[in-house]
């Protein structure tokens, strides 16, 4: 069994990093399993009144004892087991396409209020009767303007264990998806010489890989029905994750009861329709007459369909996952993430159509595949995440590691160092850093370890104002999406190339990996030297140019692709001031809806520095207005990739400085890095849609662990723009509780 080991290591550390994981371990059964809180485990002594592990031997295995020198660290586990295999001896599989239904196929039809039809609720859930939809009940958290934004499209996904996939759908012929034949049985393991993963390891969307991928155009909404189909014993967890969940579909434009709430969680059991308008922002008050072919969206004849809205503002690149409040780290890396691409009149997925308004982007072309529309081709999407496995072989996670979880095993699509095969031709790749904590800094290397250019496209799912020429990729944060195009046809049948982690999180003085920032960017020929003790440094994924392509390569990369929209009319209602850092504070006793963890935000450098109460609101822009934000990295000692719900925003100044803000990050985004010390000031709207909604950070075991606020869109004097009761949910029904402003929240 083989596994990364590494130099100095012993075997009798080892072992006693494995007794500390297995004590550590249990003490993580009965978090997950909330029979201990994070308030019972500081009254022991096993917390610090700043919620860390405390330094007990045989429990912390970063003590004196056992020195983390010889570890994979933070988690203080042995290293992952390879089992034999090398990397780049499987190939990589495309995602699994999710069929779009029409809307008479889902059963019960969906309602714009939650559907309370009692049922029974297992015993282990507390027994009685609940309902079937565990969306809050009642008008003010009804799907907003359902009415006037009828779902078109039906799309339904079950949240299961570890299953073999026997629908996999990969839409694209097989010789583009590495001679995978779709109708063999795919079961989930990460290499094919690996374990399969149990049920209770691995929770993802239909229970199977690869990662499934949604499709949606402009002007048509869809009608996502989630089912929990996890255990009803919480107890069955593999010993982490929850089995309530909330899904977020990260950075749509719609309203607050579709946003996946950090506390507006379902239960095993029970469903929860999400009502995806699928709008361009502005839609109520730019472009309201739909004449402006640039606002538009792709028709099945070819044409187009003209929509409200600011073309500006179409987006392209999103995803979606779970956001359940304290748990979102342990279920996302369980397997609750999914990708979501949007289409328009400007990005339709067909390069051979020429009308003036698509940029022809590499994707495939209509005439051969008979899609106007989301041809996938020559558009592949890259899920990226380092993982971590016990010595069995199946997925491991260490809640304690409150800094953030950092893996020892890089996977592609949920598969271990593949191969993929490619034409020589262009292709874009969508690619999303789906880790709990780790950074990527990506680059193209050839056979001789040269760096090859990338042109990155886009930045969160926004096609940048012009594309940039890169050698080497910024660093990634966790959640961000980079679109790249990458160039094959200069390269000969038969040459490999290679995407290379330059991010080492590997620190030299504590012996372990850092899960709080990238220790070292490193060049190219550093990282492909073999040197790094960081695991996940160095080639990850293997191109393989295998052939000419069977029709002319039509696809484009304009040299002006989405300008972003002029702000300067608009004027600026408030600014603000969020820091972010450690220290934090609970000020609530309320189990409900509060935590307590060692990271915290400050609002308006008033009130200190608090951890996360979702009851509690610490800002309320005003519907219509437009306001300025200062995001402050409190702490030079990590860094915070922000994300902010809803608007997607513009970031005029990086530590003060307009001219620090780079090409690639000119575009609108979702999610704001936040340089150890640093700083950013960023501009938003506030449009369209009402409701609650959230500011946290995503490496998720700071968000977890009480860096998130909740924000809420006010003024106006509709309903749904007043604070919306926080949602208590149970099995048997949600409860409600009155929200309480801070004095910042105006």
Same mark, same amino acid.
């Given at each position: ?86 990397s780049f001896s499987q190939p990589m599989p495309r995602f699994d396409c ?42 003010v958290w009804a799907h907003q303007r359902f009415a006037q934004f009828p ?105 607050? $009861?579709? +946003? #996946? /709430?950090? %506390? ?8 929860? =329709?999400?009502?995806?308008? !699928? ?121 304690? $590691?409150? +800094? #953030? /979880?950092? %893996? ?8 271990? =160092?593949?191969?993929?095969? !490619? ?263 506030f449009r369209d849609w009402g409701g609650m909604f959230m500011e946290h ?50």
């Amino acid at each position: 069994m083989d596994s990364f080991y590494p130099r100095g290591g012993s075997r009798a550390r080892l072992r006693a990093a494995e007794e500390a994981r297995r004590n550590r371990a249990e003490i993580v059964r009965e978090l997950s399993w909330g029979r201990v809180s994070r308030r019972d485990l500081i009254k022991w002594g096993l917390f610090t009144s700043a919620g860390l592990l405390a330094p007990i031997g045989g429990l912390n295995p970063f003590v004196a004892s056992t020195k983390a020198q010889s570890l994979i660290g933070p988690t203080g586990a042995p290293p992952s087991p390879r089992f034999g295999c090398s990397s780049f001896s499987q190939p990589m599989p495309r995602f699994d396409c999710i069929p779009r239904n029409p809307i008479t196929a889902l059963n019960p039809a969906p309602t714009a209020q939650a559907n309370q039809t009692q049922q029974p609720v297992d015993p282990a859930l507390g027994g009685g009767t609940g309902p079937i939809e565990g969306r809050p009940p009642g008008p003010v958290w009804a799907h907003q303007r359902f009415a006037q934004f009828p779902p078109a499209v039906a799309v339904q996904m079950t949240q299961y264990g570890a299953r073999s996939n026997t629908v996999y759908s990969p839409d694209v012929r097989s010789e583009l998806n590495c001679g995978i034949n779709p109708s063999d049985a795919l079961p989930l393991r990460f290499h094919t010489l690996w374990p399969n993963q149990t049920p209770n390891s691995v929770w993802t969307f239909n229970g199977t890989i690869p990662p499934k991928l949604v499709r949606a155009r402009y002007g048509e909404p869809i009608l996502f029905r989630h089912y929990n189909g996890l255990p009803a014993d919480v107890r069955q967890n593999g010993g982490f994750g929850r089995h309530t969940i909330s899904t977020h579909e990260h950075n749509g434009h719609h309203g607050a $009861e579709n +946003d #996946g /709430f950090t %506390g507006a969680f379902f239960f095993p059991g029970q469903f929860y =329709d999400y009502h995806w308008p !699928v709008v361009l922002a502005g839609h109520f008050s730019i472009n309201r007459d739909a004449t402006d072919p640039r606002a538009s969206s792709p028709a099945d004849d070819g044409g187009l369909v003209k929509v409200p809205g600011d073309w500006h503002e179409t987006m392209s690149t999103h995803w979606f996952h779970d956001h359940m409040f304290s748990f979102t780290a342990q279920n996302v890396y369980k397997g609750n993430a999914a990708m979501f691409n949007i289409y328009s009149g400007l990005d339709r997925g067909a390069e051979d159509i020429d009308d003036g308004v698509n940029l022809r982007l590499p994707s495939g072309q209509a005439r051969v595949t008979g899609k106007s529309w989301g041809n996938l081709d020559y558009d592949v999407n890259l899920m990226l995440a380092d993982k971590a496995f016990d010595q069995t072989g199946q997925m491991y996670f260490d809640i304690f $590691e409150f +800094d #953030g /979880f950092i %893996g020892d095993v890089m996977t592609v699509n949920l598969t271990f =160092d593949p191969y993929f095969e !490619v034409e020589r031709r262009k292709y874009r790749f969508r690619i999303l850093n789906a880790s709990v904590s780790r950074f990527f800094k990506l680059a193209l290397a050839n056979a001789s370890g040269v760096a090859q250019p990338i042109i990155q496209i886009a930045n969160d799912g926004n096609l940048l104002p012009h594309p940039v020429t890169l050698l080497e990729l910024d660093e990634q944060g966790i959640a961000e999406r980079y679109d790249i195009v990458i160039d094959f046809s200069k390269y000969a049948i038969g040459d490999k190339l290679h995407l290379v982690n330059l991010a080492d999180h590997f620190d030299p003085q504590a012996g372990a990996l850092n899960g709080k920032k990238v220790v070292t960017d490193l060049s190219l020929a550093a990282a492909l030297s073999g040197t790094s003790l960081d695991p996940c440094v160095g080639r990850f994924l293997e191109f393989r140019v295998v052939r000419d392509p069977a029709q002319p390569d039509l696809s484009r990369v304009p040299a002006t692709m989405i300008e972003n929209p002029d702000l300067s009319s608009l004027p600026i209602a408030r600014e603000r001031t969020f820091v972010f850092g450690r220290g934090g504070f609970q000020p609530s006793s309320d189990q409900n809806t509060s935590f307590i963890g060692p990271w915290a935000i400050e609002t308006d450098r008033t009130g200190g520095m608090l951890n996360a109460d979702y009851n509690r609101v610490s800002a309320a822009p005003k519907f219509g207005t437009r306001e300025v934000w200062h995001l402050v990295n409190g702490g030079g000692g990590w860094d915070h990739p922000i994300h902010i719900h809803f608007e997607e925003g513009q970031v005029l100044e990086r530590n003060g400085k307009a001219e620090n803000v780079p090409a690639w990050e000119r575009g609108r985004k979702d999610v704001y890095r936040l340089h150890p010390g640093g700083s950013l000031t960023l501009t938003m709207q506030f449009r369209d849609w009402g409701g609650m909604f959230m500011e946290h950070c995503h490496n998720t075991m700071h968000e977890d662990n009480a860096m998130l606020l909740r924000w809420e869109i006010g003024g106006g004097g509709e309903s749904f723009l007043r604070p919306l009761p926080t949602p208590v949910p149970t099995p048997q029904g949600v409860l409600f509780e009155d929200p309480y402003d801070l004095p910042t929240a105006r």
